[in-house]
């Protein structure tokens, strides 16, 4: 028995060789001496465990032939097994033991005994030394304790050194890990950002490959971003959907999947990729999302520890963060860009003047936002019959020349212009898209000339400020490109905001030219009432003058007159007296007509007034030898009227009456109470109105087709101004008469209600 | 006193007047008139609006508002007929409005009664 002293100093020297070791392969080199030295051998082989296959492979070997030593390494598995050597008890091996494995070697090497030594660490299998002896000189058994002792020992290292292999490793790979965060961080390109991350996931675990798939779960659609080791055609063939395959269900399920082994049955892309053996498929998450699939495979066999699946989650969360962040900045750009494009073209358009202005800010600004080749845009006219081409952009000649040889489209139904893309998008008022103006059938005879410009594909937007369409824009492409969702969205932005500007301008220039006109007519009324006022005293002075020395002459002032110069003065004076009356009526025409005739309405007493009128027209009356009668109703109540205008009107029809009634006849006035107002009647038996012309006598100007009335003098304004009077103190002025049958003159003028006033 | 810038309304006016048994005074702008007013004190004024320089309104403003003037009274005789030009007068203390052309027999009626004189015929 060997002592137990000797065996502690083993113990200690073993312990202090290995600890001295640097890294495994010197590791195995001691051990294997030691053993070697320890039981005296001849020969000797070690394996390990390989971390990366979680297989023994071959670390060592001593005085062995080459291929003994392949021999060896072998399948370690089944030789070891078949020894049967233990945990605590290593197994003998003879020629005798029927290890196919040994066979070629007891042969080769002429050694006759070998001993198989297992390594164990907590159950797992981490290592296997063999020792061969030509002719030991001891029975193995002699060695053993001591063999075992540096199993022991030799076991604790390898896995001291196995763990401190794996710490190395994982800290090279959180110095990855982090180095792929920064590199990824700094990166705003969100494709290159995915290369980065595959190639480092697929080079810290050693993989053949790897491939990123971003996930649209709106869609269900996954996209290959990013991928190492496969070539361009199979990555073809990766184009999932959610929940399709094995990357597809991580993409759904958000939980990591580790495959040690395919199956040769389902050998996944075996033909694209060739032979994959393992693979670990990892969801990358974003705030309970997922965004993506990380996957690393590899062609042989690889066992995966929850390390390796954390550390690659969190590598693939890391890069579903970046990646996200990356897309959010690009979006934000392109978002900038747009509200950049956007202001600068609200600006354009508040600052252009004048509708021709604004559409061609509008022609510009769409067109290029929307990467047409041309544009053009037209406006509906007043009717909605007709489309006016507005403004165009784009340098093509062919495309100008288009444009000016069809500058009006008509709507009308059954003309070419109503089977145009713009008719279409205003009767609709909805955008109307052409995708490729070679095949669409609708619009042929329009696509054929549209397409002689070089267009391929038209959209035609109508402009709509309100509920209808005020105009259409239509944008030509030169490329079959269809647009995406944002883009369509932002195009229909874009046509509302033109939409309002124009609508805005339309309106602006009508109020304009409203404004204008209704200065020019203020102008023109102001015009007016200065000329009246001009009127009245330039003529009314003279005829003072005239009026007046007659008058004294007439009353004898200067002395007697003969028949004769009474006769001529009365003439004259008779006639200073029509010429007021005419001036009289102007003015008050005038005055009406610009709204500055004033009415002071009052309690009225229309016998009076009649009484007054009759008594003024007596000398007429006298002088044609006519009768004069006069019926006012007993207790007549009283009107609300302007007396001096109410007088005007009753003189006005007393003198018509008198005027077209033949010598000798007789006149009537007669005033009676009705319904809440008092009628008045100047009835007389002279030529009489046709009925047609009932109506007319009361136009401005109006003489009468009758020849009588075209010899009589008189203006035409008389029943015109007592109409508006009339009228405008709430009552009604009408007459019944008929051709040769005398007239009847009638108005109404309303009661005087105290309460009312 | 008659203020009227016309010449023939002048002398028409004055004539008839003369004839009538008045003193007549004639000037032909406001201004003139206010002076010749505040020191002769005229028993009735006669006085057209549509003058040049002072026109009948602002001087029959300033003849109101003048104590030695402001009784005497003041007949408006001016082709201007509208409204306003008639309340105005009429507020600022004008006794009478005549509008031309007139009738001088009536305007002499009219004369009387506004000095409270009994009229003829």
């Keep these: 028995m060997i002592s137990s002293n000797w065996n502690y100093g083993v113990v200690e020297e073993v312990g202090h060789l290995l600890a001295g070791s640097q890294g495994m392969s010197d590791l195995c080199g001691s051990i294997i001496r030691i053993g070697i030295s320890l039981g005296k051998a001849d020969a000797g082989w070690l394996a390990v465990l390989d971390r990366s296959d979680n297989r023994l492979s071959r670390a060592a070997s001593y005085r062995l032939a080459d291929e003994s030593d392949s021999e060896l390494s072998g399948d370690i598995d089944e030789w070891l097994s078949a020894s049967k050597a233990g945990a605590s008890d290593p197994a003998i091996a003879t020629p005798s033991s029927g290890i196919p494995a040994f066979t070629g070697i007891w042969e080769r090497e002429t050694v006759s005994t070998g001993l198989i030594i297992p390594f164990y660490h907590a159950d797992r299998n981490i290592g296997v030394l063999v020792l061969f002896w030509k002719q030991p000189n001891r029975p193995i058994e002699h060695f053993a304790e001591s063999l075992l002792l540096l199993a022991n020992q030799a076991q604790n290292a390898i896995q001291n050194m196995i763990q401190f292999n794996e710490s190395q490793e994982r800290s090279k790979a959180l110095e990855s890990l982090l180095k792929v965060t920064r590199a990824v961080g700094g990166q705003t390109n969100a494709g290159r950002m995915m290369s980065i991350v595959v190639r480092e996931a697929a080079r810290i675990f050693h993989a053949d490959g790897g491939v990123l798939h971003l996930a649209n779960q709106a869609t269900g659609v996954m996209e290959v971003g990013a991928s190492t080791g496969i070539r361009k055609s199979a990555l073809e063939n990766m184009k999932y959907r959610i929940g399709e395959g094995m990357i597809g269900s991580v993409a759904r399920s958000g939980v990591t999947l580790t495959v040690k082994e395919l199956q040769p049955e389902s050998r996944w892309m075996a033909k694209s990729l060739g032979n994959i053996s393992s693979l670990i498929i990892v969801p990358m998450r974003v705030q309970q999302q997922t965004t993506g699939v990380l996957t690393v495979f590899f062609r042989r066999r690889r066992d995966f520890s929850k390390d390796d699946e954390s550390f690659l989650a969190t590598l693939a969360n890391e890069a579903a963060i970046a990646i996200e962040n990356a897309r959010l900045y690009e979006q934000l750009n392109a978002r900038l860009a747009e509200e950049r494009m956007l202001h600068r073209f609200s600006r354009h358009l508040s600052s252009a003047v004048g509708v021709p202005a604004v559409l061609k800010e509008i022609v510009d600004h769409v067109t290029s936002f929307a990467g047409a080749s041309f544009g053009s845009v037209w406006m509906l006219d007043g009717n909605g019959d007709l489309l006016q081409s507005g403004a165009v952009y784009g340098a093509n000649p062919a495309f100008r020349d288009f444009i000016n040889m069809h500058t009006n489209l008509s709507l009308l139904p059954g003309t070419i212009g109503s089977r145009t893309p713009q008719a279409l998008a205003i009767r609709k008022a909805q955008t109307v898209v052409i995708p490729d103006l070679s095949t669409t059938r609708r619009f042929r005879e329009w696509n054929a000339v549209v397409a002689s410009t070089g267009a391929r594909a038209q959209i035609c937007m109508p402009l709509i400020p309100h509920d209808s369409a005020i105009g259409v824009i239509s944008l030509y492409f030169s490329d079959v490109k269809p647009l995406t969702q944002t883009e369509r969205q932002a195009l229909q932005f874009l046509a509302r905001t033109s939409a309002s500007a124009l609508h805005r301008m339309m309106l602006a220039e009508r109020l304009i030219e409203e404004e204008i006109s209704l200065r020019a007519s203020q102008e023109a009324n102001q015009l007016k009432t200065e000329f009246v006022s001009l009127v009245s005293h330039e003529l009314r002075t003279p005829l003072t003058s005239i009026q007046g020395y007659v008058q004294l002459m007439l009353a004898n002032h200067t002395g007697d007159l003969n028949d004769y110069q009474r006769e001529f003065l009365g003439t004259v004076l008779k006639n200073t007296e029509r010429l007021t009356r005419i001036v009289n009526d102007l003015i008050d025409i005038s005055r009406i007509e610009s709204g500055r005739m004033e009415l002071r309405l009052e309690p009225t007493d229309l016998s009076a007034i009649i009484t007054h009128e009759a008594t003024s027209a007596r000398e007429m009356i006298l002088a044609r030898k006519m009768e004069l009668h006069t019926d006012v109703e007993e207790g007549l109540p009283f009107v609300k009227a302007d007396p001096h205008r109410i007088g005007q009107v009753i003189s006005n029809l007393l003198s018509n009456a008198i005027k077209y009634s033949p010598e000798g006849s007789s006149i009537t006035i007669r005033a009676s109470r009705s319904e809440g107002e008092v009628t008045i009647n100047v009835s007389d038996s002279g030529i009489g109105i046709a009925s047609d012309e009932h109506d007319k006598v009361f136009d401005r100007f109006y003489r009468g087709r009758s020849d009588v009335v075209k010899t009589t003098l008189g203006a035409g304004l008389g029943l015109a101004i007592a109409r508006f009077l009339v009228e405008s103190q709430g009552g009604k002025i009408w007459v019944e008469s008929e051709r040769g049958k005398g007239s009847t003159f009638s108005f109404s003028l309303p009661l005087f209600h105290e309460d009312s006033e | ?121």
């Design chain 2, 1 to 121: 006193m008659v203020v009227e810038d016309d010449a023939d309304v002048v002398r028409l006016l004055q004539f008839r007047l003369e004839k009538e048994g008045f003193e007549v005074t004639t000037h032909g702008d406001g201004a003139a008139a206010l002076k010749v007013a505040e020191v002769e004190c005229p028993d009735l004024i006669l006085m057209d609006i549509m003058m040049p320089l002072m026109d009948g309104i602002e001087t029959l403003r300033q003849i109101k508002s003048r104590r030695a003037t402001a009784k005497i009274p003041v007949i408006m005789l001016t082709a201007r007929a509208d409204r306003i030009a008639v309340e105005e007068t009429r507020e600022m203390g004008a006794v009478e409005y005549i509008v031309k052309p007139f009738d001088p027999e009536k305007l002499v009626q009219r004369v009387r009664k506004a000095l409270k004189m009994p009229s003829e015929g």
